[in-house]
Structure formats: C-alpha cells, structure tokens
C-alpha cells in the first residue's frame, strides 16, 4: 500500500514536470562483445535524448566509453603496456572519439554539446567546485548539452573517483538535478543472480532500505563499476534527496519509457 504510493508520486511527477535529469551511461552499454565501439546503440540513445529535451527536460549526460573505444581503436598496439598507461593512452585516445560521435549525433538535433572532463579535486569546498558548478550552470542556461567524464589521462590510482557511477551522483547535486537515470546493461536490482530464473527485479528500494544480501558483486566487463557500487552511490544520491533509477541501456527507447510509461519499464527506482 504504501509503496504504491511512493511509486504514484514518482510516476506523476515524471509524467508532468519539466525535469533537469543526470543520465549515466555505461561503458558496457556503449559497447559491443568485441569492445568496439557501438555506433548504432549511441546513436539510438541520443535519439531518446533528444526527444526528452523536446518534451522540454534538461539533460545533463555523463558518459562512459572513453578506455574502452581507445582500446579497441589501438588494438594494433602490440608492446606491454602498464596498466596507468593503458588508461592514459587509451583515454586520451577514445575520449576524442567518443565526443566526436556524440557531436555529430546531436548535430543532426540541432542540439550543441560541451564537453566537461573533471577529476575529483573538481569536488568539495573549493574555487575549482565554484568554477565547475558556473560552467555547468552556463552551458544549461544557453541550452548546450553538457557531456561529463573523469579525466581519465590525469585521474591516477587515489585521485581516481571508485568509477562514473560515483561520478554521476556527485554531478546529479551539483547540477540540482531531480533525477539521476543510471544505464548499464541489465534492468537493475535483483533479488539474487540475474541469470537465475528464480531471481525478482526489485523495482522499488525505499530510503535506508539495506540491499546487501540481493548485489552480487561481480562487475561489469567494460567499465570500472559493478552493482555493488550503483547501488549505494544510488542511495547516497536518492538520500540527498535525487531519485535515482537504473535500468537497462540496451533496451529499445528505455529513456522514453522511463519518462512516460515507467510502472511498465523494469528498472529499480530509489525513493527519496
Ligand atoms: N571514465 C571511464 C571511461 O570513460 C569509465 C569509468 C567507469 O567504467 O566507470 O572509460
């Protein structure tokens, strides 16, 4: 009973507000089995982007995909590489290919994007905190699409944020979004190993509702984040009072749904 009403006011306020939203999309959402980089999925969702900023939300993009299209655009390189400079090379490499992509997608939108890569000295209570909030501030004001990733050819071992997960939902309260959508490519939480047929979607975690018995922790493949992480950076983020969902990337038109018909989108929502 009273989870239905959470989720009511969830859904109507989805439904009828023009939101500000921090989207996240995974590593493994963007790309394909063999790493490289999946043109058709990227292109699919800036379809989807473009016709929430038409609905008239605000959308504030955090991507991941950077050492993953790097790698796959270098796989030529044959010497040993330590694992700081895989990340430096292929960083620098694949986050020029990742933003070109998005540049010419929305492009065809009539939609300006600006790139923002940061690091975690970017947060906390300091002139570069202030300079980043403005930045974000005046790309939203004169609509230009924000696109965010850690600077990953700078972001070494403790500088590093855990992953974009964390990332997204310190860039969810500096934006003063209302939502953060978190994509990766499964539909959310689930009560046990996803692949097991016996294993729920739980489709609504209410506040310090305590989910370590469902994550399993193994991770991703191709991004640093696992369940484990989304969940209590969705927590934390849902505690400062941003609702957060993850869903699946990989499913047709997600956001649409998401947006419009949520109670029939599977996806975990956590309530604020
Ligand atoms: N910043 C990394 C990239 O763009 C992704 C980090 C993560 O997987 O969370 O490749």
Do not use: W
Not at 72 to 83: A, G, T, V
Not at 213 to 239: H, L, P
């Amino acid at each position: 009973m009273h989870q239905q009403s959470y989720a009511f006011v969830f859904h109507q306020t989805f439904i009828f507000q023009k939101m500000r939203l921090t989207i996240k999309i995974g590593s493994n959402v963007l790309t394909r089995a063999d790493g490289s980089l999946d043109v058709t999925r990227m292109s699919a969702l800036v379809d989807q982007i473009a016709s929430l900023r038409s609905q008239g939300h605000e959308i504030i993009l955090v991507s991941s995909g950077a050492v993953a299209s790097g790698r796959s655009e270098l796989k030529h390189i044959q010497h040993d590489l330590d694992s700081v400079d895989q990340r430096q090379l292929f960083s620098a490499v694949g986050q020029a290919k990742l933003m070109n992509r998005y540049f010419e997608l929305f492009r065809e939108y009539g939609i300006s994007v600006g790139q923002v890569l940061t690091t975690k000295e970017n947060f906390g209570d300091n002139e570069h905190c202030k300079n980043q909030e403005n930045c974000f501030k005046v790309m939203l004001e004169n609509g230009v699409l924000p696109i965010v990733n850690e600077n990953d050819t700078v972001s070494i071992t403790e500088l590093m944020f855990t992953d974009n997960d964390e990332l997204s939902g310190l860039i969810a309260q500096m934006t003063h979004s209302q939502a953060l959508i978190i994509l990766s490519n499964i539909d959310g939480i689930f009560t046990g190993n996803p692949a097991d047929p016996e294993s729920r979607l739980i489709s609504i975690v209410k506040p310090g509702k305590d989910l370590t018995d469902y994550i399993q922790t193994s991770k991703s493949s191709a991004g640093r984040g696992g369940m484990q992480s989304k969940s209590s950076v969705a927590a934390r983020t849902a505690e400062a009072g941003i609702s957060v969902i993850i869903a699946n990337g990989k499913r047709d038109n997600i956001l649409v749904k998401l947006l419009n018909d949520k109670d029939n989108t599977p996806c975990t929502e956590f309530l604020c």
